[in-house]
């Protein structure tokens, strides 16, 4: 038997769509023990236990049979014990952590035949798209690129002088329809105007430049469009902007909404963000201080 612990991601990061994922401390952990017998089962424990389903259409055994086949290992009967922190269907890096750690497990189980950037390969192309399950794997902040049937990224250290809140609502998104949503094409100058930032961003973090790093999470591409989908996160970034509290952000599709903060938050700030979101209809809201983690998928022989 062995464990596998998976970190939630939030992607984007505002400018950086589809490209930029960074790593949280909320986990996706599975206790797998092989079983002789062709059986599968899995007990999921903590968020979405209740509705995730307990039987081979689990996404996790959905993977690892995907992964298998792929690399022609032979199959064998798994007993799972699941616990998840990840709010589910929320832009928080479930799905992405799931199929992680199903795609470390299949290469536990097969003698760790797998490199790092053969598992980045494979969970990419059953997710989709890397910006979740990059730094999933591998932790920290990334920034990740397709080229040719090779997926390439970049690893970086995030600021630790700047404060992160995850605002999560009661209502989900499913990452589907918030694609759709999308435009099919863009103008000219929204591709320029992302261009610019991500690649501001990106000089900010090099640079170790919080405030350079602030200017630059603006976007063009998907919050204009996805923000309307999340009642009160337009007010929310605007009342932040304008106190010079610093940012807010749609975590991965949403429906959660990253606050990037220059100081802790307060009571009062608290009360207020509640109340510009409950204002819009958006109730029910969790306020979770997060961290981001530079360790990524963590096996460990039990």
């Not at 990059?134 to 920290?140: D, K």
């Not at 690129?145 to 390439?152: C, E, I, Q």
């Not at 429906?255 to 409950?278: C, G, Y």
Request: net charge neutral; glycine share 8%; charged share 25%.
């Amino acid at each position: 038997m062995f464990e596998v612990s998976v970190p939630g991601t939030t992607a984007n990061l505002g400018c950086g769509f589809d490209v930029l994922g960074m790593a949280l401390d909320l986990f996706y952990t599975v206790r797998v023990q092989p079983l002789r017998e062709k059986r599968y089962i899995i007990r999921n424990h903590g968020e979405g236990e209740h509705y995730l389903p307990e039987d081979e259409r689990n996404l996790f055994f959905k993977t690892v049979k995907m992964i298998s086949k792929i690399k022609n290992f032979s199959e064998c009967g798994l007993k799972v014990e699941a616990f998840n922190q990840i709010p589910v269907c929320r832009g928080m890096g479930s799905s992405a952590a799931c199929i992680a750690a199903a795609v470390v497990s299949v290469n536990e189980l097969n003698g760790r035949v797998l490199s790092t950037q053969d598992m980045i390969y494979l969970a990419t192309q059953i997710e989709g798209h890397p910006d979740n399950v990059i730094p999933a794997l591998v932790g920290g902040l990334t920034v990740a690129m397709k080229t040719g049937d090779r997926v390439l990224y970049q690893k970086f250290s995030f600021f630790d002088t700047i404060h992160l809140i995850a605002c999560i609502p009661g209502y989900t998104l499913p990452t589907e329809e918030m694609r759709k949503i999308l435009p099919s094409s863009y103008p000219r100058e929204d591709v320029i105007f992302n261009l610019s930032r991500i690649a501001y961003l990106m000089g900010s973090i090099c640079h170790n430049d919080r405030e350079g790093f602030f200017a630059s999470l603006d976007d063009a591409i998907h919050q204009p469009f996805r923000g309307q989908k999340i009642p009160g996160f337009f007010e929310v970034r605007d009342y932040l902007r304008r106190e010079g509290k610093g940012e807010a952000v749609i975590s991965g599709s949403g429906s959660t909404v990253l606050l990037m903060l220059r100081d802790p938050i307060t009571s009062s700030d608290e009360q207020k963000i509640i109340k510009l979101f409950a204002q819009k209809g958006s109730k029910d809201l969790v306020i979770k201080k997060v961290n981001w983690v530079n360790q990524g998928a963590r096996v460990s022989q039990l």
